[in-house]
Structures are given as structure tokens and as C-alpha cells.
């Protein structure tokens, strides 16, 4: 079991960015005013965490003409989304090896 621990994604493992992934996931794209709501974040704070996972290249972003205003529209790239999906699976196998673990332990003390 220790192999998995080197498997966790060091740019999605941080709090803030899995939950601006998980929120463009979720919607499809977010404006940079609409994740600044929800997660409650300072625009420097999150511009630092959307500019890691755009480094990552795991984010896209595109300017959008609203109304007269122009808003920063981010999405997952394609590579975003598939190495998102694979966290996530790695997220359930530790848990599913967790609860076998827990269940052997349980079995050996009856």
C-alpha cells in the first residue's frame, strides 16, 4: 500500500485547486468572478491557484464577451479532464484498499 501514496497529484492534492477542478468538472467552465464567490478566495489567491493549474496545463482560460464586459471564462483541457478522472479513481482505490485493510483488521479480532 505504500506505493500509493506516491501517486497523489501534488497540483490537485492542494485544497483550492482540487475544489476549482472539481467545480469546473462539475459546470463545464467557470468565470474567475464566479469561482471567487463560491470558494470564498482573494483574486490574488486564486489567480496563484488557476495559474498552476494552467502551468499544469490541466486548465484553459478564454476571455468572453458578456453584456460590455469582458470575463476570463476558465475549463479543463483535455488532459485536465483525463488526469482528473484518474485522480479521482486513485482517490477511490485508497479508500477501497482502507476499508479492506479496516475489514481484515476487524476479522482478525473476532
Known amino acids: 500500500m505504500g506505493d500509493l501514496y506516491t501517486r497523489f497529484d501534488q497540483t490537485f492534492f492542494e485544497r483550492t485547486r482540487l475544489s476549482i477542478v472539481t467545480l469546473i468538472d462539475q459546470r463545464g467552465s467557470v468565470s474567475f468572478n464566479g469561482l471567487k464567490n463560491i470558494l470564498g478566495a482573494t483574486d490574488g489567491a486564486l489567480f496563484s ?50 476499508q479492506e485493510g479496516d475489514d481484515d483488521h476487524n476479522n482478525h479480532d473476532q
Not at 56 to 80: F, I, N, P, R
Open 49 to 98: 491557484h488557476l495559474g498552476k493549474l494552467i502551468d499544469a496545463g490541466y486548465v484553459t482560460k478564454e476571455k468572453q464577451l458578456t453584456g460590455d464586459t469582458v470575463q476570463t471564462v476558465y475549463s479543463l483541457s483535455d488532459e485536465g479532464s483525463r488526469r482528473y478522472r484518474e485522480y479521482l479513481a486513485f482517490l477511490q482505490d485508497v479508500l477501497l484498499r482502507t
